[in-house]
């Protein structure tokens, strides 16, 4: 074996019972080297590296040879396993607000990481916790280790457990779609940092992720997984300029493509309009003082969504996006005027308020946090209508439920199951079945597809771009992808820190972007050129 190689797998198959999900694997990696794991949700990424470290539940079977700075990793105790898992091998899991204790400090965390590896205590130990929050870019590192996960952005929270897989100089670091869900800056960022480190300190990198785009910048070689097994490896160059697999082209051509229908000429009014929105934020009194400004989330905006129009809402986390969405659909307080097809939905009140209500839906961004785990799909779909519409009885709901099941790409026999018996991508089409049941007017979609692969995103645009042509629905499209807000929008409407920066058509804004901040925005997103479509 080479001496510069760190991990080495040969032949790794993994089997929960009689299913195997990973099927003779064979992935290394050297010092100082990035090596990247592509596919699509299921294909075996994750489960691999977790079986590779003995991270799997205890029913789970591995077999094969498994190599780590020359030690059999089979042959490993519980303790030698510690002492390597936190210390020679740091691992960064996808989602960070998981992964950290909720109940424990920033600096609480970091230390118990330096206290089993190290022995570090006390004052060396709050130190050497700062040293590693200052090494990841955090600013403020001093009053970050007294900040709890959830007082964090996702960015924040990012960089704090990538501080906790480099407290103890790794020799391998294995990050886990470590971007998923950031701003495409903090991506940047994030990135820009791991490459950082791995040049500093000599690491070898195991990068899990779909992100195509972001596998292309920063991975040395690539490995292709398809339903557990290696369909392709090799450079980076290689398998992006010349792929020889058939699910690698698939996966290279998963990228969102296309516009959305043109809009018709002028409307007599737009269906959803604001005057001057603003939204505030009271601030905790303090004991006997005055009681401190208010915090401005919003500051005052106006705009117009005409029917069958996508407005495209962007900007980097706080910036205001998600609190504008509810804001204008009656979910948040706030000030000015609300327009909703000629009436003030800003002065509407109690039952008024809820019959409107059905004119008007939202989509979460995670749909397993949205979707109650204990009610099958056809409650799940069906909750909404029972309640706006009292008057239908058991056999229409029915037919209304298959008639929206088929209509988002679901077989209509599957009212009987439960969310988590579906994918990522299916469990999203729940969710918008759900919304238009009740045969909205206006949708707003709150990063719908910012954890789906590309290809599903892909077919989860299509879908979108489908039902508005056939229903006339008005979307408010919140989304930190560009390429995907391109896909969607007619018109985008730029947000910072709660105020816009610009607004306009969507290609204009996007070629031709006025604001510094959006210019940011657009290189870091690296867009690609879009064709011209032909077909009109």
């Avoid at 019972?17 to 694997?25: A, I, K, Q």
């Avoid at 990424?45 to 030690?71: H, M, Y």
């Avoid at 089993?116 to 870019?137: C, M, N, W």
Wanted: aromatic share 4%; proline share 6%.
């Amino acid at each position: 074996m080479n001496t510069e190689r760190l991990l080495e797998l040969r032949g790794l198959c993994i089997d929960f019972g009689d299913r195997r999900v990973v099927s003779h694997l064979d992935l290394s990696v050297a010092r100082g080297e990035t090596v990247a794991v592509v596919g699509e949700s299921g294909s075996g990424k994750s489960v691999s590296a977790l079986g590779a470290l003995d991270l799997l539940p205890s029913g789970a079977r591995i077999t094969g040879e498994r190599e780590f700075e020359g030690r059999d990793l089979a042959r490993l105790d519980k303790r030698q396993w510690s002492a390597l898992r936190g210390g020679r091998i740091g691992f960064i899991f996808q989602e960070p607000m998981t992964s950290l204790n909720p109940l424990h400090t920033v600096g609480q965390q970091i230390g118990e990481s330096l206290r089993l590896h190290q022995g570090l205590r006390g004052s060396s130990a709050r130190t050497r916790s700062r040293e590693l929050l200052e090494s990841v870019k955090l600013p403020r590192a001093e009053a970050l280790l007294r900040a709890r996960p959830h007082q964090l952005s996702g960015g924040q929270r990012q960089r704090v457990m990538i501080a906790m897989a480099i407290a103890n100089d790794p020799a391998l670091l294995i990050a886990d779609e470590p971007t998923t869900a950031l701003d495409v800056t903090v991506q940047r960022d994030i990135l820009a940092l791991l490459d950082e480190l791995r040049r500093v300190h000599h690491m070898g990198l195991l990068l899990i992720s779909h992100d195509l785009n972001l596998v292309r910048r920063h991975a040395d070689r690539v490995v292709v997984m398809h339903r557990g097994a290696a369909v392709e490896s090799g450079s980076t160059q290689a398998v992006f300029t010349s792929p020889r697999a058939d699910y690698t082209r698939h996966l290279l051509a998963a990228v969102p493509d296309g516009r959305p229908q043109p809009l018709p000429g002028a409307v007599s009014q737009p269906r959803l309009a604001a005057r001057e929105l603003g939204v505030e934020f009271a601030r905790p009194r303090p004991l006997l003082r005055p009681r401190p400004t208010a915090f401005v989330a919003l500051e005052p905006l106006s705009l117009a969504v005409a029917p069958g129009e996508t407005l495209g809402i962007v900007g980097e986390s706080g910036s205001g996006k998600s609190t504008l969405a509810n804001a204008l659909i009656r979910l948040l307080p706030s000030r000015g005027e609300i327009d909703f097809e000629g009436q003030r939905l800003d002065r509407l009140t109690g039952n008024a308020l809820r019959r409107r209500r059905r004119d008007f839906q939202i989509v979460f961004q995670d749909p397993y946090g949205s979707l109650s785990p204990r009610m099958p799909v056809a409650d799940l779909v069906s909750e909404g209508l029972r309640f706006h519409h009292p008057e239908l009885d058991r056999k229409a709901i029915d037919e209304r439920i298959r008639s929206v099941l088929r209509e988002v790409g679901l077989p209509a026999d599957c009212g009987d199951r439960y969310p988590h018996e579906f994918s990522g991508g299916q469990r999203q089409r729940i969710a918008i079945a759900r919304a238009l049941v009740l045969k909205p007017k206006l949708l707003v979609l709150d990063e719908p597809t910012s954890a789906l692969d590309r290809t599903v995103q892909k077919q989860l645009i299509t879908l979108l771009r489908e039902v508005q042509s056939r229903h006339g629905i008005s979307y408010l499209f919140i989304s930190h992808d560009l390429a995907v807000v391109r896909a969607m929008a007619h018109r985008i409407l730029v947000l910072k820190e709660g105020r816009v920066i610009e607004t306009g058509p969507c290609e204009q804004l996007l070629s031709s972007p006025q604001s510094e901040y959006t210019r940011t925005l657009v290189e870091a997103a690296e867009l690609t050129p879009v064709a011209p479509d032909l077909s009109r």
